[in-house]
């Protein structure tokens, strides 16, 4: 194996350690948890999963790599351990001793294969049941504006998925038993959330008027593009049978309702994009665990141009990032005139499994 730098691998341990130890735990992945334990034991595996890009978070990128060659029928025992690749067949096997040393063999039978993977993609994911937390806020900023249409902009949208809310169907479980729903009630995609705390979510309208809608992000996925629906599935957790699930049928959706996503960076092309919604409509730009992705120069640069912009009309953001305690915070700017003030509507589960209205 070459060599890196300890800075390099200093850097993958830790995505290593937060994923492993964290992230895999708190989402329910006792095999990735698994893997990254036996990972922080392996120098050669770390060496070699530093090949990812520095900017990509190496844990994801590994895992994915492997998942996508076991979703596309690579035969190799491991697959028993996966839960969505082996579901029509059998119950999967849970992790043990076995598993580690699967996963190394499996990773250097593979290895150019996997190197070309986690040199070459980006981890790009599509939580559609984060809509869940969206929903509520866009109900707001529709009352607020006079329950104008919407023109909505999706900041990194990936496959796109998020941006077609309206056409699915909503559940808000609260803690008396009790529930609300919204939505399309004969979509095939079918969310539910945990409602938590004491102030009650925004009134939900019957229906909204959208105007129009649009997304942008760097490397978008297409819908109709077999392979990167498999790249898209391959970066959720293997256990999270109901995600992918929900992933296919929104999918599905997307293809039958095409909306145009511009391919390219945020700061570049927004400008065309702002100018080219409605008048007639609120202007609604969101972000979802994207933002944080951007540079903090970069950021300050985003909120200059929306500022410039909302002199000729107001624009609401909204933003759903995570925070260092582990779960999300759900935030709208709303500039015009030049400025913007900012307000804490809610916390949220970062996969949209519970929300927490706090306005």
Known sequence: MSSQPSSDLDQVRAYFRNFGLKQAPENGSPLYHALSVGVLDDPDMLRFAASCPPSQPSANLLFGAVHYLLLGGVRHPLRDFYPDVVASEK??????????PLFQDFVWTHTETIRQLITTRLVQ?????RTTCLLPVFAQLARESGNQPLSMIEVGSSAGLNLHWDRYYHRYEYPS????????????VRLSTQVRGTVSLPPLPEEFRIAWRT??????????????????????FPEHLERHQETEAAARIARDHPVPIVTG??????????????????????????????????RKQLWRMLATFSVTRPISVIILDGVPEGWAQLLIRDFKNGAYTKRHVAAAHAHGRWLEWRE
């Open 215 to 236: 997304g942008i992000d760097i490397n978008p996925i297409g819908v109709t593009d077999a392979d990167a629906m498999r790249w898209l599935r391959a970066l959720i």
């Open 125 to 129: 994911t599509n939580v559609v049941r």
């Open 177 to 188: 038993g009790t529930s609300r729903t919204w939505g399309d009630k004969n979509s095939a």
């Open 91 to 100: 119950t999967p096997s849970p992790p043990s001793k076995k598993t580690y």
């Open 265 to 298: 960076d945020a700061l570049s092309h927004l400008p065309d994009l702002l100018a080219q919604a409605p008048q007639d409509s609120h202007l609604c730009l969101y972000a979802s665990m994207v933002l944080y992705q951007l540079s903090p120069e970069a």
